[in-house]
C-alpha cells in the first residue's frame, strides 16, 4: 500500500490526466472530491429524484427512483473502493454520474428516445452522460459541462462506448469530446483500452444494485415472490443463510434476503478481485487502463448466479402486464411531445434552443426531453400524473 493508503494501482492526482480546461488546486479538497461534489450539484442529478427506476416516482413512497438507485451503487462502489485500496472519491464521483443521462419512464423511455433518433445518431443513456457532463451542463462562464477529471469521464464513458460498439455507432455521434485528455502534468498521449479499477468497481456496483433493489421492489410490489425463486442459487443460499422461514414479517423476510445477497455478491467481489489483480500483477493505474481485461468482477460462480437472476427478473418483473401496460403508454407519449416540440422549437427554453445550429433539431428536442422528469414530461403533454 501507499503510504496515503491506497494501492500502487489506485488513481491518484499525481497521476492523472487531469482536465481538459485547467484550474487551480482547491483549499481543502482533492480533484476527485471536486468531481463528486460537482455532479451532486448539478441540475441533473437533483432530477433523478423524478426519474423511473422500475416503478414510477409517486407511485409508492418506499420504491426507488433513479437518484435512490443512484445512492445505492455510490454506497457499494465505495465499500469496494475503500477495501481493495482504491480512491473512493474516484469511485464515488463516477457511481453519482452514472445514470445522469437516463430519461424519464426509464429504459422504455430510452427506446422510445432511441427510435425516434434512428436516423440522427441514436439515444444511449450512458453516451448521454457523457453530452449532459461535458457539454449540457453550464455552471461555469469558461467553459461548457463540468470540466471534470480524465478518469471520471473515462469511467463513465466505459459503458457508452460498449453500447455504441454494439449498435455499430459511433460514440462521436452524439457530439462527445471523451476522447479528451486533460492538460495536467501527466498529459500526454493515451489510448486505454479499458477504464480504470475505480471505473470497474462502479460497473460492477451497478449491476449488484439495481438487480437486488429491483428484487426487493418487485416482492414488494408482489409481482414477484418467494416461491418463484426458490430455483435461483443466489435467493436460495441467501434465504437459508437468514433463515427466512422463521421470520413472519414479509417486508423483514424480503428485506433480509435481498439484503444478504448483496453482502454475498460485494464478498465475492472483494475476494475475486483481489485475486485477479495479483494474478495480473498490475503495478499502476495505467498498466490497469492497458489490459482490456476487467480485474473487478464477480467469481465465475457468482456472475452465472447473478445472470440467472438477471433472466428471471427480465421474465417476470421487467416484463409483468402491470409494467408493460405503463409502457404501452410511454410510448405514445414520448412519440407526441417528440414530434410536438420538433413542429414548435419555441416552446422549448432558448438555452436548448441554442444547440440547434451545431447539433440539429432533433438533438435539441432529445436533450431537452431526456433531461426531464416523469412528471414533468405529463406536465408538459397534459397527461394526469396519477
Not at 427506476?53 to 437518484?67: A, E, I, K, T
Request: glycine fraction near 8%; hydrophobic fraction near 40%; proline fraction near 4%.
Amino acid at each position: 500500500m501507499m503510504s496515503d493508503g491506497l494501492s500502487p494501482y489506485a488513481v491518484t492526482e499525481a497521476v492523472s490526466q487531469g482536465r481538459v480546461f485547467p484550474e487551480p488546486p482547491h483549499a481543502y479538497r482533492s480533484d476527485f472530491e471536486r468531481d463528486r461534489d460537482r455532479i451532486i450539484h448539478c441540475s441533473a442529478f437533483r432530477r433523478l429524484e423524478g426519474k423511473t427506476q422500475v416503478f414510477s416516482p409517486g407511485v409508492n413512497d418506499y420504491y426507488r427512483s433513479r437518484l435512490t438507485h443512484t445512492i445505492e451503487v455510490a454506497q457499494i462502489g465505495r465499500t469496494i473502493a475503500k477495501v481493495l485500496g482504491l480512491n473512493e472519491s474516484l469511485t464515488e464521483a463516477i457511481c453519482l454520474a452514472h445514470d445522469l443521462g437516463h430519461p424519464p419512464f426509464g429504459h422504455t423511455g430510452e427506446e422510445v428516445l432511441n427510435d425516434l433518433m434512428a436516423d440522427c445518431g441514436g439515444f444511449e443513456h450512458n453516451a448521454q452522460t457523457l453530452r449532459i457532463v461535458t457539454l449540457l451542463e453550464h455552471p461555469y462562464p469558461g467553459f461548457m459541462g463540468l470540466n471534470l477529471m480524465y478518469e471520471t469521464r473515462l469511467g463513465l464513458a466505459r459503458k457508452a462506448v460498449a453500447a455504441a460498439k454494439r449498435k455499430g455507432r459511433a460514440i462521436a455521434d452524439c457530439g462527445l469530446r471523451i476522447a479528451d485528455s486533460g492538460t495536467g502534468a501527466n498529459h500526454e498521449s493515451f489510448d486505454p483500452v479499458n477504464c480504470t479499477l475505480e471505473g470497474q468497481a462502479a460497473d460492477v456496483a451497478d449491476r449488484i444494485a439495481y438487480n437486488c433493489h429491483d428484487l426487493e421492489d418487485g416482492m414488494r410490489a408482489r409481482l414477484i415472490d418467494g416461491n418463484q425463486m426458490r430455483h435461483l442459487d443466489l435467493y436460495a443460499e441467501a434465504a437459508r443463510r437468514v433463515a427466512v422461514e422463521r421470520i413472519p414479517d414479509w417486508t423483514i423476510r424480503r428485506t433480509r434476503v435481498a439484503k444478504t445477497i448483496i453482502d454475498h455478491l460485494v464478498s465475492d467481489c472483494i475476494g475475486q478481485s483481489r485475486e485477479n489483480i495479483a494474478r495480473a500483477g498490475v503495478r499502476t493505474a495505467r498498466e490497469v487502463c492497458d489490459r482490456a481485461e476487467d480485474l473487478i468482477a464477480l467469481s465465475a460462480q457468482y456472475d452465472r448466479w447473478l445472470a440467472d437472476l438477471e433472466q428471471f427478473l427480465l421474465r417476470n418483473l421487467y416484463h409483468h402486464e402491470r409494467l408493460l401496460e405503463s409502457a404501452a403508454n410511454v410510448r405514445r407519449w414520448l412519440p407526441e411531445l417528440f414530434g410536438q416540440l420538433c413542429r414548435e422549437p419555441g416552446r422549448m427554453p432558448g438555452y436548448f434552443r441554442g444547440f440547434i445550429p451545431d447539433y440539429g433539431l432533433p438533438r435539441a428536442v432529445c436533450d431537452y426531453i431526456a433531461g426531464m422528469t416523469d412528471r414533468y414530461c405529463l406536465k408538459l403533454l397534459g397527461v394526469p400524473n396519477s
